[in-house]
């Protein structure tokens, strides 16, 4: 073969592979999650998800379940997702490293449990948008899109039926919250506790999904992804996914 040739070879090569790493590097997500009683099967699922998502959509993605991590690996990444974690695990150096991730205008999702941290955190209770008080036992439900003019559900029903945790929450403020998902109370027992005591719902509006610009950031809650089932539904996938191009800031 000519030298010339095998020098084409080598720069065609060189090149493509250059385009691969830049189309890959388009942006960076951070995937942090907590271990506990309730979601630790969830979590294998959910990293092949987003890991297959990555590969799919040609973006970093990183994974990790130790907060020094987000304060190593924050500044290098545009949006972290605490899936099924809240900020009970965080320290005070922790939560500095997200707030100077905010202000820099990164972008945060919190999935389900996300909001159901049991320390007093008002901080990251605003970043979330609302704090978990308790939810009736997993069922079906309809879940209505409030708002089909969002990437994270642009690819929605206008009713969805769905099984899962129905959270109530304290603390919202639906003045701040942009609202795209409702549950319909009248569509699942929600006074269905896990004792005697019946729950209380919260009424005609029960948002299950929201987005806000926080603190010179982006964030995004869903209240939906409790089992593992859930990272392989189309349909909540690209709900995450809509939500991850919204909040990455451009």
Not at 86 to 105: E, I, V, Y
Not at 110 to 139: C, M, T, Y
Not at 196 to 213: F, R, S, T, V
């Amino acid at each position: 073969m000519k030298p010339f040739t095998i020098k084409y070879l080598l720069l065609t090569l060189c090149m493509l592979t250059m385009i691969k790493t830049n189309a890959q590097d388009q942006f960076s997500v951070l995937l942090f999650t907590q271990h506990d009683d309730w979601h630790y099967n969830t979590i294998p699922v959910a990293i092949q998800a987003f890991e297959d998502m990555a590969e799919e959509h040609q973006f970093r993605f990183n994974w990790t379940q130790r907060p020094n991590d987000l304060i190593e690996k924050l500044p290098e990444h545009d949006v972290v997702i605490f899936m099924n974690a809240n900020a009970d695990s965080l320290k005070t150096r922790h939560m500095f490293a997200l707030k100077a991730f905010m202000k820099r205008g990164g972008g945060f999702i919190g999935i389900h449990a996300a909001s159901d941290s049991k320390r007093e955190n008002p901080w990251f209770d605003g970043l979330v948008g609302a704090k978990f008080v308790n939810h009736p036992k997993l069922q079906a439900a309809i879940v209505k899109v409030e708002n089909n003019d969002f990437p994270a559900t642009w690819h929605l029903p206008k009713k969805w039926l769905r099984s899962d945790e129905w959270y109530n929450f304290e603390g919202i403020n639906l003045d701040k919250l942009n609202i795209l998902l409702n549950v319909d109370e009248t569509s699942y027992d929600f006074t269905a506790g896990y004792d005697d005591i019946p729950l209380k719902g919260m009424g005609e509006m029960h948002p299950m999904a929201w987005y806000q610009k926080y603190e010179g950031g982006k964030s995004f809650y869903t209240a939906i992804g409790h089992k593992p089932e859930s990272y392989k539904d189309e349909n909540f996938l690209n709900h995450i996914l809509g939500a991850i191009y919204w909040v990455k800031g451009d």
